[in-house]
C-alpha cells in the first residue's frame, strides 16, 4: 500500500461473508457520542503546558476511548482547534496536542483505552510513550512514529503479557540504529543489548504481529523479535525485503494460522519452507508487479504441503498454468476438484477464496477455479469479492474500482446495494487518492441514476445522504481535477435539489463556488456549477440565501456575466447567472446591497445594449431588478431617470409572454408606491409612468401561464393600501387575480395562509381608494378562491366577471 494513497494498515487479510459485512451503516450511538464530543472540545477539555487534557470532572468508559480514538483519526481534519489559543500543535506532530486527553495525570483514570490505532495520527515519540504509560492494559496497538532511540519499542516491552496485537507500519523507524546495523550479515559484529537479551519486545501473549519495512534486513532480525512470541498466530510483513525465510522455522511451525506476504519477492526455495507451516490457513503471497521467475510448481509445492490451506491469494504472479477451459482429468485426480490451474489440481474439497485478481492470462476467467469465492474481474461477484477483499490495498482497490464502474454502466447489476457500500467505504477510506475518488465517483453516478431499476430496491434516505457526503468530499479535495468535477456535478444532478442536499448545504455551495472561479474552467463544469447553483438558491428559506450571498456568490456570478459580455455570448450561462442572482436575492435586502455595490445596475444596462432581444435574459433581469425594488431604503438607488426610461420601455416588452413587461411594471410599482413626493426626476414624470403602468396591465391575458415562483405574497399585499399609486395598487391586483386563477392548488391557500382576502376586503368596501377595474381584480381574486374552496374543475372556471361582494370569507382569523 502506497502511503501517498492515504492508506490505512491493517493486520488481518481475511474473507468475510456477506453478512458479516457491516460496511456503511449508520454510526452507533457511542460514535455519535464521540463526533458530539469531537464538535465541542471546549466543553470537555482544557488546555495545560500547550496540550489538551480532559477538565477534571470528565470521565470517559472503557471501550467509549477506543470508539473516541478511531473518530479521531477518521476526522481529524475537521476537528476545530481555534478555540484553544494556547494550544501548541506543529505539522510534524500535529495530532500530539489532542492524544494528550487520554493521559491520566495525578493517578486519575480519566481515560481506559484497549485498542490506540495510532497508525494514521502524526505524533512523536514521547507522546507515544506516555500514552503507553498511562494505558498499561492495551492489548492492541499500531503504531508509526519516528523514534531512533528505540524508547518506543521499550515501552511496549513493558506491556509484557497484556498486548494481543501490534503493528509497525515504519518498522525502519521505531527501531534504534545501533540494533538494525547489529543484525546486517554485510557489516561487522556490533555489540548490541538486544542480542545480549535475546529479545527485542517481551510480548509473549502476543497473537498478531505487522511489521513494515523497506529496507533490507537479515532472517537474523526476524528471528530476534519473534523468539518470545510464542503464541503468534497471525504475521504480516506486506512490503517487506527478507534474505531468507528461515525465522519461520521452530516455534511459528506449531502456532502460526496465517501468513501475509504481499509485496514481498518470494524465491523457489522460499516456498518449501513456507510448506512447513502446517497449520496454515490463509496465505497471502500477492505482489504489486507480476514476477516471472516463479512457475507453476511453486503453486504445486504449495498446494501439495499446507494440507489445511483454505484462503490462498495469489494475485499479481503468473503461478496459474496457461490452460483455458476443463482440462482433462487423470485417473489419479478423477475424484478431486477440478482446475484449469494446473498447480491446484488433486484438491479434494475446493479453497474457500483463491485470489487471481490482476493474474496473467487472465486466470480468473478460466472454466474450473477450485474455489468457492474468487477476486477477480470476471464476473459481480469476482468484483464484490475483489473490493471487500482489497479495501485496505490501494493500488488494487483502485483497479477493483474501475471493474465496478464497468459492470454498473454496462451490464445488468444485482446487487448494486452492496457494490454502493463497499465504493463509499473506498471513498471514505482514501480521501486523498484523486485515482480513488475519480473511480469510485464514477461508478457511483451509475448506481444512483440506475436505482430502483431492474427489480433491484432502491437507496434509503441514508444511503442517499452518504453518496451525497463522499460526492461532495471528493470534489472539495480535487479541485484542480476537472474530471472529478464532472463526475461530482453529474451524480449531484441525479438527487432532488435542493431539498436533499439541505443537511450539507453549506458545503455543497461551498464547493460550487470555488468550482466555479478556477481559472480556465471546462465550459461544461461552468454551466452545470451555475445551473446547481440556482438551483440551491431556489426554493431555500432566507437563512439560506444570507448564507449564500456572504459566501460571495452575488460577486461570484457577477464576474461570470462579465466574462460572457467581453465574449459577447449571451447563452445559458449568462441567462442562469443572473436567474441564480434572482432567486438569492428574493426578500434578501443584504444580497440585493450586494448586487447594487458591486455595480450591478451597470451590468444591467450594459447587458440590455448588448443583447436587447433576448427574452429570458431580459425577464431574469427584471426579476432580479423587482427583488430591488421591494427593498425600501433601496428603492431610491433605481428613482434615476435613465433606468426608470429604461423600465418604461420595458412595459411594452412581449419577449418571453407577459414576463419582461410584468416584471418591469413589478419594479415600476414597488418605486412608485412611495408616492409622487420622492420622484424627483423631471422624466419621465409620475403621472406618465401611471397611465403607463395601467395601459401594459390591461394588455395582459388574465390566462397568461407564468414563469416565476412566489413563496410568499407579503411584497405584493404591501402595495394595496398604496393609494396614491394606483398603478401600484392595479399591478398588484393583477398579480393576485392571475396567479390563482392559473394555478390555484399553490397559490390560494398561500394567499389563505397570508391573510390576503381580508387584506383586500377593504378594497371592495371602498376603505381604501381604488380605481374601479382594480377592485374587479379583487373581485377576481375571490372568486378564484370560492371556486377553488368549492372544488370546482379548473377547466371549467369562466372568466366572466362577477360581483362577489356579498360572498363570505372563511377562513382562521386567530
Known amino acids: 500500500m ?10 488481518e487479510h481475511r474473507i468475510l461473508t456477506f453478512d458479516e459485512w457491516k460496511t456503511n451503516a449508520p454510526p452507533t450511538l457511542v460514535e455519535s457520542i464521540c463526533v458530539a464530543f469531537l464538535r465541542n472540545l471546549p466543553h470537555f477539555t482544557e488546555v495545560r503546558f500547550g496540550l489538551l487534557y480532559l477538565k477534571p470532572h470528565v470521565r470517559i468508559p472503557v471501550g467509549t476511548s477506543d470508539v473516541l480514538l478511531e473518530m479521531y483519526a477518521r476526522m481529524r481534519h475537521q476537528v476545530d482547534f481555534s478555540p484553544f489559543a494556547d494550544l501548541k500543535r506543529t505539522a510534524e506532530a500535529e495530532d500530539d496536542a489532542f492524544i494528550s486527553i487520554f493521559f491520566n495525570p495525578n493517578g486519575i483514570q480519566q481515560s481506559r483505552l484497549r485498542r490506540a490505532r495510532l497508525e494514521d495520527l502524526k505524533l512523536t515519540a514521547d507522546v507515544v510513550n506516555s500514552l503507553i504509560r498511562y494505558h498499561p492494559d492495551l492489548e492492541e496497538l499500531n503504531v508509526a512514529v ?27 523507524n521505531i527501531f534504534a540504529d545501533e540494533m538494525l546495523r547489529s543484525f546486517r550479515t554485510d557489516e561487522p559484529e556490533i555489540g548490541s543489548p538486544y542480542k545480549k537479551r535475546q529479545y527485542i519486545i517481551n510480548a509473549p501473549n502476543l497473537l498478531t504481529l505487522g511489521v513494515k519495512k523497506k529496507t533490507k534486513h537479515t532472517a537474523g532480525l526476524f528471528s530476534t523479535l519473534l523468539k518470545p512470541m510464542t503464541r503468534l498466530q497471525h504475521l504480516d510483513l506486506s512490503g517487506s525485503v527478507v534474505d531468507n525465510f528461515t525465522f519461520l522455522l521452530g516455534t511459528l511451525q506449531k502456532t502460526l494460522v496465517s501468513l501475509c506476504l504481499h509485496g514481498v519477492k518470494i524465491t523457489n526455495a522460499d516456498f518449501k519452507i513456507i510448506t512447513t507451516l502446517k497449520r496454515l490457513k490463509y496465505l497471502d503471497i500477492s505482489q504489486t508487479e507480476i514476477l516471472t521467475d516463479q512457475t507453476p510448481d511453486c503453486l504445486r509445492i504449495l498446494n501439495d504441503g499446507l494440507p489445511e490451506l483454505e484462503y490462498l491469494d495469489i494475485s499479481y504472479t503468473c503461478l496459474c498454468d496457461p490452460i483455458y477451459g476443463v482440462t482433462t482429468i487423470d485417473a489419479k485426480n478423477r475424484d478431486c476438484i477440478p482446475s484449469s490451474i494446473e498447480g491446484l489440481r488433486g484438491r479434494k474439497k475446493p479453497l474457500e477464496f483463491l485470489g487471481l485478481f490482476q493474474c496473467r492470462n487472465g486466470a480468473c476467467q478460466w472454466n474450473s477455479i477450485p474455489a468457492l469465492r474468487v477476486s477477480g474481474d470476471a464476473n459481480e461477484s469476482q468484483i464484490v469479492t475483489s473490493l471487500q477483499i482489497y479495501m485496505f490495498r490501494a493500488r488494487y482497490l483502485h483497479k477493483a ?12 447489476c444485482h446487487r448494486s446495494q452492496f457494490i454502493l457500500k463497499l465504493i463509499l467505504d473506498a471513498m471514505f477510506m482514501y480521501p486523498k487518492s484523486m485515482r480513488i475518488q475519480i473511480a469510485g465517483s464514477a461508478a457511483l453516478f451509475y448506481v444512483v441514476r440506475n436505482d430502483g431499476q431492474n427489480r433491484s430496491p432502491k437507496m434509503d434516505s441514508y444511503m442517499r445522504r452518504q453518496v451525497i457526503r463522499a460526492i461532495v468530499t471528493a470534489m472539495g479535495n480535487n479541485l484542480n481535477e476537472q474530471t472529478m468535477l464532472r463526475n461530482g456535478c453529474l451524480t449531484i444532478c441525479q438527487f432532488h435539489i435542493p431539498n436533499e442536499v439541505m443537511f450539507l448545504y453549506k458545503d455543497v455551495v461551498t464547493v460550487l463556488l470555488k468550482m466555479l472561479r478556477i481559472a480556465m474552467l471546462d465550459e461544461f463544469l461552468l454551466r452545470i456549477g451555475v445551473l446547481l447553483l440556482n438551483s440551491l438558491a431556489c426554493q431555500v428559506e432566507n437563512e439560506h440565501k444570507m448564507m449564500v450571498g456572504e459566501m460571495k456568490a452575488v460577486e461570484t456570478m457577477i464576474d461570470i456575466i462579465e466574462a460572457r459580455l467581453r465574449d459577447n455570448s449571451c447563452d445559458e450561462v449568462m441567462e442562469v447567472s443572473w436567474s441564480m442572482m434572482w432567486n438569492v436575492t428574493d426578500e434578501t435586502p443584504k444580497n440585493c446591497e450586494r448586487f447594487l455595490d458591486k455595480s450591478g445596475m451597470d451590468l444591467f444596462l450594459r447587458c440590455l445594449k448588448q443583447f436587447p432581444d433576448k427574452g429570458e435574459l431580459l425577464r431574469n433581469m427584471m426579476g432580479l431588478l423587482g427583488n430591488v425594488a421591494e427593498v425600501q431604503n433601496l428603492r431610491c438607488k433605481l428613482l434615476v431617470g435613465q433606468y426608470i426610461k429604461v423600465f418604461s420601455q420595458l412595459l411594452d416588452s412581449t419577449s418571453d409572454g407577459i414576463e419582461v413587461s410584468y416584471n418591469a411594471c413589478g419594479v415600476l410599482a414597488h418605486v412608485c408606491s412611495d408616492g409622487p413626493t420622492v420622484w424627483l426626476i423631471d422624466s419621465p414624470t409620475y403621472e406618465e409612468i401611471q397611465n403607463k403602468m395601467i395601459d401594459a396591465i390591461n394588455r395582459w391575458p388574465m390566462r397568461s401561464k407564468r414563469n416565476i415562483n412566489y413563496r410568499s405574497f407579503e411584497p405584493i399585499l404591501r402595495l394595496i393600501p398604496a393609494s396614491a399609486s394606483p398603478a401600484s395598487q392595479h399591478w398588484a391586483c393583477w398579480a393576485l387575480a392571475n396567479l390563482t386563477r392559473v394555478y390555484p392548488e399553490k397559490y390560494c391557500p398561500l394567499l389563505e395562509k397570508e391573510r390576503g382576502l381580508i387584506r383586500l376586503q377593504p378594497v371592495i368596501n371602498d376603505e381604501i381608494a381604488a380605481r374601479i377595474d382594480t377592485k374587479k381584480l379583487v373581485q377576481r381574486v375571490m372568486q378564484h378562491h370560492a371556486r377553488f374552496n368549492e372544488r370546482i374543475p379548473y377547466d371549467t372556471w369562466s372568466d366572466a366577471e362577477m360581483d362577489v361582494s356579498d360572498v363570505d370569507i372563511e377562513m382562521d382569523t386567530d
Open 401 to 412: 474500482l474501475n471493474d465496478a464502474y464497468r459492470l454498473l454502466r454496462y451490464e445488468t
Open 146 to 172: 519516528n523514534d531512533m532511540n528505540g524508547s518506543v519499542v521499550e515501552s511496549i516491552s513493558g506491556l509484557e503479557g497484556r498486548l494481543c496485537k501490534l503493528s509497525f507500519s515504519n518498522f525502519d
Open 2 to 11: 502506497m502511503a501517498g494513497e492515504g492508506g490505512t494498515s491493517r493486520l
